[in-house]
């Protein structure tokens, strides 16, 4: 009866919830053109034997890599065949797919640095082989001695005004390009990140420049170069992925191949200053800029499985109707769910925010405005770290809810997790970037409260959160508690968060010379809290816009408030910073530290209650198909365990009754210990 009862539930889950999952479709995907075109191509990948994932638990890393040369290759016979945008190909392999390919990082890092930083010469005779994937490319910063710390990459790029080129050398084993996407076996071209050397010996630092890898006629190595494969990832992660390593022996380089958009040398080799000294950076910022929504999206996945499969299990105490009880109705099951749930939300809408952003400060950099690109820097050096930190968080969470049937592969979610794992370090390590993230912070400090030369309406939304420390101003005056509501106000929440900020923002300027062991991991996160927290505010006025009705009614108890529902997103923020911000004394009221974090975590739960009948609803609102997923525990319809069985009879090791291993190694074993117990037969 367990397959009857888990569909049952999931029924009557999705009858509690008083949500339309296709208008939260809508909002989610951007629109209902774009919703149109994923369930279009999401239905003709999952009916497509080139996407088959019955058998992927079961290949080799090789076959893996094989398996998806052969997916990558057939998404762009469909592109041909159906007549797909570049926008519906970008929406197949980067979201619908959902495994990483070999040439993911042709679209994400090569073709748009690029497309941005290429000369108008180099554009015009590269442009159409890369968009049509005439030549594939990977993009060569990491080396295996330094990675985010990339002002001190050792490859060497040297000019030769006698023959105008670039002659591109490995001097060291450390400056070997390593952990590069593509590289090891895959890639013909790439962009090569080197420190630029003049004739007279000055050292510019690290540049980009455009070398051909391999030959378009046999797929050899070029002269000169040595690539290979890395080796297996932790955990099984990136098994498809060829990251490689190369090492350059004076390869030459025409000049046109520096991409100089910005930064260029002469035909007699003098150096042309760009406008901006981190114009260098904007690949790595394109790229931090879309793992928020990329996040999000993961987010999505785990938390949509692990929700689906919490609604169908039954365990522990039996209620009124005789069966043991739904694990997500448990508060220590809810309380870990919900908030990833608000989290997915919030990120994915939060990205598309900042994607925009990003475009646009992209076309003010064509202009010749770089205005806007050091907070583009500080924002998402900010946010990668908090999102990707989070989502892996978040993922580990949704499996452990699942139980021991979490760690099956049949599960889905492992996977996912070993797949994102590398996300924390990629792009910039987490711990690095959060020092990125605390000197932005202090030089805004620094600039408004003591030098103060900047007015508070120069603010920018990244720093915004000062605003409390400068005297005269409305969010400095008055009482603090006296300023504040309750925990179901959401400016309570948002008040607190930013002020926290500036008291720790403050805090590591006066403690400068010697700051303690960790203060720069919780400035930055405070600070990229106070951030997002801001930003919420926007998210709802945004849904309202877009939604409104019971949709955004939901949405705002979800990840802010409606009427007297608190804030999912906001009150976990404020409860996972609560030892400094009770440091910090920045609690409301006057009854005591313990009362006020315990009302604060009362409210917590009432809200995760509050939101428990819409769970299912708004999981659905991501829109993922069962083929998205692979997830035995989250099928759409609850069926679960008849679903975990039927995978199960495919293992290769059920095949054969007898293993074939008997003869060789357990029967050994067995009559050895039958003659050490005195029995003569088995």
């Not at 629109?31 to 058998?55: C, H, Y």
């Not at 554009?123 to 990491?142: A, P, S, V």
């Not at 009705?549 to 802010?560: C, D, F, P, S």
């Not at 067995?670 to 088995?682: N, P």
């Amino acid at each position: 009866m367990a397959p009857t009862q888990n569909m049952a539930d999931m029924v009557r889950a999705r009858d509690r919830s008083s949500v339309d999952p296709a208008r939260l479709q809508v909002l989610l995907w951007g629109g209902e053109e774009v919703l149109q075109s994923k369930q279009r191509i999401a239905s003709l990948l999952s009916n497509d034997p080139a996407f088959d994932k019955s058998q992927k638990p079961y290949l080799t890393r090789i076959e893996l890599y094989h398996r998806a040369l052969a997916m990558t290759k057939r998404l762009y016979e469909l592109k041909d065949q159906h007549g797909w945008s570049e926008e519906e190909t970008h929406l197949a392999v980067h979201h619908l797919l959902g495994e990483p390919l070999p040439m993911t990082l042709h679209g994400v890092a090569f073709e748009p640095v690029v497309r941005s930083q290429g000369s108008p010469e180099l554009k015009q005779e590269l442009e159409e082989l890369i968009t049509n994937r005439g030549i594939l490319g990977c993009y060569l910063q990491t080396e295996l001695g330094h990675g985010t710390n990339v002002s001190a990459l050792e490859t060497t790029a040297t000019y030769l005004s006698d023959t105008q080129e670039f002659e591109i050398h490995s001097p060291t084993l450390t400056s070997s390009k390593w952990w590069v996407g593509a590289l090891g076996k895959t890639a013909t071209h790439g962009v090569v990140q080197a420190r630029l050397i003049l004739p007279g010996g000055q050292d510019m630092g690290p540049h980009l420049f455009f070398v051909q890898l391999r030959s378009l006629e046999d797929h050899r190595v070029m002269p000169g170069i040595t690539i290979g494969d890395i080796g297996p990832k932790a955990v099984g992660g990136y098994a498809p992925v060829d990251n490689g390593y190369a090492r350059f022996d004076h390869v030459r380089v025409p000049r046109k191949c520096m991409l100089s958009a910005f930064a260029a040398v002469t035909p007699e080799g003098k150096y042309v200053q760009p406008p901006h000294a981190k114009l260098s950076y904007a690949g790595m910022m394109y790229i931090r800029s879309t793992m928020v929504i990329s996040g999000g999206w993961t987010i999505a996945k785990g938390i949509t499985i692990a929700i689906r499969y919490a609604t169908v299990r039954r365990q522990g105490g039996k209620g009124a109707d005789g069966l043991e009880h739904q694990v997500l109705t448990y508060p220590s099951l809810y309380y870990r769910l919900l908030p990833a749930l608000a989290r997915a939300y919030v990120f994915i809408l939060l990205g598309r925010n900042l994607s925009s952003a990003f475009s646009a400060m992209l076309a003010r950099l064509a202009a010749g405005d770089t205005s806007l690109l050091a907070e583009m820097h500080a924002t998402t050096s900010g946010l990668k770290v908090l999102v990707t930190s989070v989502a892996i968080e978040d993922l580990e969470t949704a499996r452990r809810s699942m139980g021991g049937h979490g760690f099956s592969a049949f599960a889905g979610v492992g996977s996912i997790y070993a797949d994102y794992l590398p996300a924390a370090t990629y792009e910039g390590d987490n711990y690095v970037l959060d020092q990125q993230v605390v000197r932005a912070a202090l030089k805004a400090y620094d600039a408004l409260v003591v030098q103060e030369n900047r007015p508070v309406v120069d603010l920018t939304p990244s720093t915004a959160y000062l605003r409390h420390l400068v005297a005269g101003t409305q969010d400095a005056s008055a009482s603090f508690s006296s300023q504040l509501g309750s925990w179901y106000d959401p400016k309570t929440s948002v008040s607190i968060l930013e002020r926290r900020a500036a008291a720790m923002v403050a805090d590591r300027a006066q403690h400068a010379k010697e700051p303690d062991a960790s203060s720069d991991q919780r400035v930055a996160r405070a600070v990229s809290d106070a951030f997002v927290a801001a930003q919420v505010e926007e998210l709802v006025r945004g849904t309202d816009n877009i939604l409104g009705g019971r949709e955004a009614t939901v949405l705002k108890k979800l990840y802010l408030l409606a009427s007297c529902s608190g804030a999912v997103h906001l009150l976990t923020a404020v409860e996972h910073g609560l030892s400094d911000i009770l440091s910090c004394d920045l609690l409301p009221g006057h009854e005591g530290r313990a009362n006020r974090a315990r009302d604060l975590r009362m409210a917590v739960k009432r809200v995760c209650e509050d939101i428990l009948p819409e769970a299912i609803g708004l999981t659905d609102g991501f829109g993922f198909t069962d083929w998205e997923l692979d997830s035995a525990l989250g099928r759409h319809d609850g069926n679960a365990y008849e679903e975990l069985w039927n995978k199960t009879q495919s293992e290769p090791l059920n095949m054969a009754e007898v293993t074939e291993g008997y003869e060789e190694y357990i029967k050994p074993l067995l009559v050895r210990g039958h003659r050490l117990a005195g029995r003569s037969k088995l």
